[in-house]
Structures are given as structure tokens and as C-alpha cells.
């Protein structure tokens, strides 16, 4: 009940095209939803978060949309530059009783010139 | 600057060697995690701590061993017990325990020969 699911595992997108990926989760306690961005050879860092109040939040190209009926979100980039090229986390937790943070698997993005 | 360090960037160990990564923030962050990152794996919990000389298994943590002494600290120590040590390690701390953002360090690829 702890999982989130993350696809595509790869994605390659053209620049100036929109990259979109998906998770889904289990448990409906989660309250906080990070995405978080990881160059090669770099720890993660913190990209956008949502929490299940708002169906949609948006900063620059990037933006998460929520569902929580059917318990998924999604990150999308707009306008996908190369120098979006990295990997993509999403994570989910319970963050208003403080639980750990569940990542989903990862999806390498490649935004060809 | 303020941050997280971890060093050394790489690690090679012979099997059957201990050896312990740094971990050291001047965020003056409450909570300390150690994660392990596979290849098309999320990050997966070792071990964290909440504060000084208190820390608790995460979801991997056989073949691994922390301390935190000083709030600045996390050293963690892979032990000849860990099966599979050959990962990219990273170090994060955030506020409080589970809350909040997690910041990253850059990561240790240890290999384990």
C-alpha cells in the first residue's frame, strides 16, 4: 500500500516538445507529492510539489497535475529543452504525520536538440 | 554556502572491507537520511535520524550501520555483511523528521570488488 508506480521508465521528446510522466500511489493517507530532479553523477533535488488540496500547480514549464480520485499525478514540461535531460523522481508521503517519503522508480529523460 | 557534503565522489573497496561514507550538512537541519540508488530503482531508505544519537532503520538497513554524534554528522558504514554493496549512496537532511523538503547530497558511487 506503500508503492508508487512511475512510467514511462525512458522517455526521449524533441525540443520544443512536451514531456509527460505518470504515477500512481496506493495509499490515500499520502498528502504531499515531490517531484524531484537528478542530473547524472547529482543527488536529487526538490523540482515541484503538490498537495491534494489543488488539482494542478504550475511554475515556469513545469507542472504537476493531481488527481486524487483516480490516485494518480503527473509532471509535465512544457516547452522540454536539453538541458531538461535528467532523471525524474516522483515520491509521495504523509508528510502532515510525518512519514517517510516512497519515490517511485525513476524515468530518464533525454530531450534531443 | 550552505549544504550538504558527502565525500569521496567515488569509492572502491575490496569484498569483505568495511568502509564508511561521509555525510555532513550545514543546514543545521534536525534529520539525517542515508538512501541507496540502483539503476531503474526509486531510492531506497537505509537509515535515518531525527536528531543527535537517535537513528532507526529505514527499509534496507541489514548490512549497514550509522552513527550521528553531532548534528552535523551521519557517517554511514557499509559493512562486509552487505550482499550487494556496488550503489550510488546519497546523503539528505531536511527540518524535521519527514517533513518538509529533503535536500540531497551529491551522492558516493561505492564499487565493491
Known amino acids: ?14 525540443k520544443g516538445g512536451i514531456s509527460i510522466i505518470n504515477c500512481a500511489y496506493e495509499n490515500t493517507a499520502f ?19 503538490i ?27 512544457m516547452d522540454s529543452q536539453p538541458g531538461d535531460s535528467a532523471t525524474y523522481f516522483c515520491a509521495a508521503s504523509k508528510e502532515t504525520s510525518g512519514s517517510r517519503l516512497t519515490f517511485g522508480e525513476g524515468t530518464q529523460l533525454t530531450v534531443n536538440p | 554556502d550552505g549544504g ?11 569484498e569483505g572491507q568495511n568502509v564508511t561514507l561521509s555525510c555532513e550538512q550545514n543546514l543545521n537541519h534536525d534529520a539525517m537520511y542515508w538512501y541507496r ?23 534496507i ?29 546519497l546523503c539528505a537532511s531536511s527540518i524535521r523528521v519527514f517533513t518538509y523538503e529533503q535536500y540531497f547530497g ?8
Open chain 1, 1 to 14: 500500500q506503500q508503492q508508487v508506480k512511475q512510467s514511462p521508465q525512458s522517455l526521449i521528446v524533441q
Open chain 1, 31 to 49: 498528502d504531499y507529492f515531490p517531484w524531484y530532479q537528478q542530473f547524472p553523477g547529482k543527488g536529487p533535488a526538490l523540482l515541484i510539489a
Open chain 1, 51 to 77: 498537495r491534494p488540496d489543488v488539482s494542478e500547480k504550475k511554475e515556469g514549464r513545469f507542472t504537476i497535475s493531481f488527481n486524487k480520485s483516480a490516485k494518480q499525478f503527473s509532471l509535465h514540461i
Open chain 2, 4 to 14: 550538504i557534503t558527502q565525500s569521496p565522489k567515488y569509492l572502491f573497496r575490496k
Open chain 2, 37 to 59: 540508488q540502483d539503476p531503474g530503482q526509486g531510492l531506497r531508505l537505509i537509515y535515518y535520524s531525527q536528531i543527535v544519537n537517535d537513528f532507526q532503520k529505514g527499509d
Open chain 2, 61 to 89: 538497513a541489514e548490512g549497514y550501520s550509522v552513527s550521528r554524534e553531532k548534528k552535523e554528522s551521519f557517517p554511514l558504514t557499509v559493512t562486509s555483511a552487505q550482499k550487494n554493496p556496488t550503489a550510488f549512496y
Open chain 2, 106 to 113: 551529491p551522492g558516493t558511487r561505492l564499487t565493491v570488488t
